[in-house]
């Protein structure tokens, strides 16, 4: 039904630069919470998801960090708080926490599911399409859900990933199956290693709706998905998901290249459907709720200023430990490729 | 056995200019193993070189010393080493081990800059010289290009590459050159560089083919540049695939010094190793282009995604002294790192002997 409103390719890059706003005006419950002293809460704006006719917020809640949560209760609280302050995109996958993520989210949406736009990963890592089914059901099991918004491949990573996605009986065809099953709306991929592995997945063309990849100030000068991939997947009217806009742990912003504000402000103010942030408290999701409240995009020149001040740290990928490292490949993934596991190397 | 050059005690870089010209006797020793021309030059190496990073994990430093003993007497005369081994030890060993052979060997070490500057490269060098108890090297080389901003920081002003030319101006290094084992275009970009460097050293092996491939990105470009390319790592590092099954160590290193390089450097730690090693170097025959092509179709599958190959794709071979250098995390679980921070815990500082470059 979304795409009755008829966002053409062209539309999504105007209306994307242009950033809708999403009313909350009538939504209950925020003054209570106390975020509306000032009497002229602005929420977080809304942007259409490639040519679906979705739109999702322009910040989304990472879902590997709602598992490191210490308490469920506060995993919860958060929730709520991001589903409060008008975020409704949620991300996960299947392998996070042996599952704990998914459940969380499930548990947190009960009752609150048809707000928000619910995104999970399938981990087949090479295996083939009956794998992926078992685990879209498992997924939806946990996630207390019988749909899900989108459906992504998790960490396509390896460089030998994309045949084997796209063999006979690979995970492909399981993101058709259960597009037609009426199981997921959309489908895409995701993977931080590099641009060159997204580009042989785009060049299948495959209808991917989404490909999520690492987007931060220190990526446009080191193994570009910048450069590289972010205009290919806008020719293809593929939405584009931003990832780790502080380096995956907030390794930019720890060692000082960025403050956290100007790291997620870079990131969102590419052309992108939204940018998935880990936040694994409240105090990181009020900290992102204050870029993303009636977000402000970055202008050209503060972007380009911005990228010539970190480039002396980009060049080495010290800080995108995703692209030169294993330390963000994870174990699922490193058992299918006969990888030693994460104890074994850790980076 | 018959000498690879004549012996020569570094008097003047002109002595050795004139002994280079004379180069290897020409025959073959009699220990059979083959020497093959170090690149333009008229130097011939043993087409096995012996690696120095290995060294350090022999039992002790009698056995250690024992190893490079019978390698030298068996027909090894290059010798592999590098400034940052077990926090130089292997060098230390391999100095002892080579007293009273130092001139029938080709002697090799690394310098440990990462992108630092020329002064600290000098200061690596001279402690490098006293470790291995001789005053010359036959071959200095950059160690570890890893990093995609190496060559920059190589080649800028005050970098690593003035402190190349200026040990081959003082006649401590008679060649120069580097070494990397993550990625093809780094090498290329060195390459690019145009700095004269007489060695280029990288891994080679039957899943290098099909995957971030050396052997088919740089080694013919090292070749036609004249420059003498220094296979490694024929056996993944740590022999993973020979332990899986996937060949065997005689088919690994056969392939690897198949290939058209001056010499195939490997780790030997036990003198089983050595044995092994000698016994296919000597009376070495080249695998046919048939061999090696149903070689590298058997580690096709493999090597598609880089688990044999874990120096492209992880931090696992990358020194600490590189981490270090480049601000990358230091795996505190490695052996390496363990023994760094064994090696400093009363100074504070990684490496004591050296004093890190003033701003």
């Keep these: ?56 917020s322009c910040l989304g809640v990472g879902g590997y960090h709602l598992g490191s949560i210490k308490e469920e209760k506060e995993s919860t609280e958060l929730v709520a708080r991001a589903l409060d302050a008008g975020i409704n995109f949620f991300d996960n996958c299947w392998e996070y926490h042996d599952g704990v993520s998914e459940e969380r989210l499930g548990a947190a949406l009960k009752g609150k599911r048809d707000k928000a736009f619910v995104m999970t990963k399938v981990c087949t890592h090479g295996r083939g399409k009956d794998v992926a089914m078992k685990q879209l059901e498992e997924s939806l099991r946990r996630l207390q859900t019988d749909h899900v918004d989108l459906w992504q491949i998790h960490e396509v990573v390896y460089w030998n990933d994309p045949e084997m996605i796209f063999a006979p009986n690979g995970a492909a065809e399981a993101l058709l199956a259960a597009k037609q099953q009426g199981k997921v709306r959309f489908v895409g991929f995701t993977g931080h290693k590099n641009p060159a592995i997204h580009l ?131 174990n699922v993934g490193r058992e299918q490729h006969h990888y030693p596991p994460k104890e074994k190397l850790p980076a | 056995m018959g000498l690879l050059r004549e012996p020569f005690s570094a008097k003047s870089i002109s002595q050795r200019v004139a002994t280079e010209g004379r180069g290897a006797s020409g ?109 010359h090297l036959d071959l200095w080389q950059i160690h570890g290009v890893s990093f995609e901003n190496d060559p920059d920081l190589f080649i800028r002003p005050n970098g690593a590459a003035e402190a190349l030319r200026k040990a081959k101006e003082q006649g401590k290094v008679r060649f120069v050159g580097f070494t990397g084992h993550k990625d093809p275009a780094i090498h290329l970009k060195m390459l690019e560089t145009d700095f004269p460097f007489d060695a280029v050293q990288m891994p080679l092996n039957a899943f290098d083919a099909h995957f971030h491939s050396f052997t088919e990105q740089v080694l013919s470009e090292v070749n036609r540049r004249g420059m003498a390319a220094l296979g490694m790592k024929p056996m993944s590092g740590h022999g993973d695939p020979i332990e899986q099954g996937e060949l065997s160590a005689e088919e690994a290193l056969r392939y690897a010094m198949s290939l058209p390089v001056t010499t195939t450097i490997t780790g030997i730690d036990k003198p089983e190793i050595l044995q092994q090693n000698l016994k296919i170097a000597q009376g070495f025959t080249p695998m046919t282009a048939e061999e090696m092509h149903g070689l590298r179709e058997r580690t096709r599958q493999a090597a598609g995604d880089g688990r044999y190959e874990l120096y492209k794709v992880s931090l696992k071979f990358d020194n600490p002294e590189a981490r270090i250098a480049h601000n990358f995390p230091l795996d505190e679980q490695s052996a390496e790192v363990k023994e760094m921070l064994k090696a400093t815990e009363n100074t504070g500082h990684p490496f004591p002997d050296v004093k890190p470059p003033q701003p």
């Design chain 1, 1 to 56: 039904m979304e795409n009755k409103k008829g966002f053409t390719r062209r539309g999504f890059v105007k209306a994307s630069a242009a950033v809708v706003t999403a009313s909350l005006v009538a939504r209950p419950g925020l003054a209570a919470r106390g975020y509306s002293q000032s009497g002229a809460m602005e929420g977080v704006p809304h942007r259409p998801l490639g040519k679906t006719g979705a739109l999702v």
């Design chain 1, 200 to 330: 042989k997945m785009l060049a299948h063309d495959f209808p991917f709706d989404t490909v999520q990849m690492p987007l931060n100030a220190l990526d446009a000068t080191f193994r570009s998905f910048q450069k590289q991939v972010l205009p290919e997947a806008k020719k293809r009217g593929v939405a584009v998901l931003g990832m780790k806009s502080l380096g995956g742990s907030g390794e930019i912003a720890v060692n000082g290249a960025v403050t956290p504000e100007e790291g997620l402000r870079y990131a969102m103010s590419l052309p992108v459907a939204t940018t998935i942030s880990g936040m694994d408290s409240l105090v990181v999701l009020e900290q992102n709720l204050n870029v993303a409240r009636g977000f402000k995009p970055f202008g050209e020149q503060e972007m380009a200023a911005l990228r010539e001040r970190v480039r002396p740290l980009a060049a080495d990928g010290r800080y995108e430990l995703f692209k030169t490292t294993t330390k963000y490949d994870g």
């Design chain 2, 27 to 135: 025959q073959e020793p009699s220990s059979g193993i083959p020497l093959r021309k170090f690149g333009r030059h008229e130097v011939k190496v043993s087409a096995l070189g012996f690696g120095g990073h290995h060294l350090g994990d022999a039992e002790n430093v009698q056995v250690a010393m024992r190893l490079v003993q019978e390698a030298v007497d068996n027909g090894i005369t290059f010798f592999d080493n590098c400034w940052e081994y077990h926090v130089g030890k292997s060098e230390d060993w391999m100095g002892r081990g080579l007293k009273g052979r130092r001139d029938r060997v080709f002697l090799m070490t690394k310098v440990c800059t990462h992108g630092r500057e020329a002064m600290l490269g000098m200061q690596m060098l001279e402690q490098s010289l006293r470790r291995l108890q001789t005053d």
